[in-house]
């Protein structure tokens, strides 16, 4: 562990889409599914998943509804804003350390069910972090399951695994328009966002039933994540007018996206 590391690496997923209603029945199967997609990491560091106040969280499907159904934003009065979905933090702890001490960690923020279509940012957004996450090149090769995992059981318009130097790149690169999708050591852009910009012959390609993932030099987990192989890919894409947007609304006529 070294503070190079740290700076290197510091991996986050974020993945976003558009205005899409859900009832807690359907998120909590989706989060249900999310906690499978990062099984891999609770059994490399012997974890287990607590809410934000440090309490232990079951996997059950019932009490993952239950988590759910309490998770409504909330005013100080009580009111409730069904509109904007519902808001859960979770907390990978590793074995035999408490949710507040822990420093190797895996953060979960979901929020999801929202009928708003954003105007400044998205209200339906998943983000793992993973910067907290030691040693971040032993753990690397579990991303490909849990970013496939994570894509299927939230369907967004668009994801990412970025590094924070590919952060950073993305940043000075491309406009600052919130759905102006962001290139990463992986990425995801459904059939409704666009496709992808011309890429180098070292990055993989890969069809999904809704889209395609990108995946940088997939051979050499150090030049995935630095911000050199995203420029390559992001110059590409301006100097060909790449014009990818995420959708602001996901609805579809049954209220699912197909299957």
């Given at each position: 562990?070294?503070?190079?590391?740290?700076?290197?690496?510091?991996?986050?997923?974020?993945?976003?889409?558009?205005?899409?209603?859900?009832?807690?029945?359907?998120?909590a199967a989706r989060l249900t599914s999310t906690l499978d997609a990062l099984d891999g990491f609770?059994?490399?560091?012997?974890?287990?998943?607590?809410?934000?106040?440090?309490?232990?969280?079951?996997?059950?499907?019932?009490?993952?509804?239950?988590?759910?159904?309490?998770?409504?934003?909330?005013?100080?009065?009580?009111?409730?804003?069904?509109?904007?979905?519902?808001?859960?933090?979770?907390?990978?702890?590793?074995?035999?350390?408490?949710?507040?001490?822990?420093?190797?960690?895996?953060?979960?923020?979901?929020?999801?069910?929202?009928?708003?279509?954003?105007?400044?940012?998205?209200?339906?957004?998943?983000?793992?972090?993973?910067?907290?996450?030691?040693?971040?090149?032993?753990?690397?090769?579990?991303?490909?399951?849990?970013?496939?995992?994570?894509?299927?059981?939230?369907?967004?318009?668009?994801?990412?695994?970025?590094?924070?130097?590919?952060?950073?790149?993305?940043?000075?690169?491309?406009?600052?328009?919130?759905?102006?999708?962001?290139?990463?050591?992986?990425?995801?852009?459904?059939?409704?966002?666009?496709?992808?910009?011309?890429?180098?012959?070292?990055?993989?390609?890969?069809?999904?039933?809704?889209?395609?993932?990108?995946?940088?030099?997939?051979?050499?987990?150090?030049?995935?994540?630095?911000?050199?192989?995203?420029?390559?890919?992001?110059?590409?894409?301006?100097?060909?007018?790449?014009?990818?947007?995420?959708?602001?609304?996901?609805?579809?006529?049954?209220?699912?996206?197909?299957?």
């Open positions: 562990m070294t503070t190079h590391t740290t700076t290197r690496w510091g991996l986050l997923f974020q993945a976003f889409w558009g205005a899409r209603a859900e009832a807690p029945a359907a998120i609770r059994a490399a560091i012997d974890g287990r998943w607590t809410d934000d106040s440090g309490n232990d969280v079951s996997a059950d499907p019932l009490a993952v509804e239950e988590l759910v159904s309490r998770s409504v934003p909330r005013s100080i009065e009580g009111k409730t804003f069904p509109k904007q979905g519902f808001g859960i933090t979770l907390i990978l702890v590793p074995g035999g350390q408490s949710a507040f001490d822990a420093r190797a960690t895996l953060r979960l923020e979901v929020t999801a069910g929202s009928a708003l279509v954003p105007k400044h940012s998205f209200f339906n957004s998943v983000f793992v972090d993973g910067t907290s996450l030691f040693p971040e090149q032993e753990t690397y090769s579990l991303w490909d399951a849990a970013f496939a995992g994570l894509v299927a059981a939230w369907q967004p318009e668009h994801a990412a695994l970025l590094s924070k130097e590919q952060r950073q790149v993305n940043e000075s690169v491309l406009p600052p328009d919130i759905d102006v999708p962001w290139v990463g050591a992986l990425t995801y852009l459904s059939d409704r966002a666009g496709a992808f910009p011309e890429t180098p012959a070292s990055a993989r390609m890969e069809s999904t039933a809704d889209g395609a993932v990108l995946s940088l030099t997939p051979d050499s987990p150090t030049d995935a994540v630095s911000g050199r192989s995203a420029r390559e890919v992001l110059d590409r894409a301006v100097a060909g007018g790449w014009n990818a947007r995420i959708p602001r609304s996901s609805e579809h006529p049954s209220g699912q996206r197909p299957d």
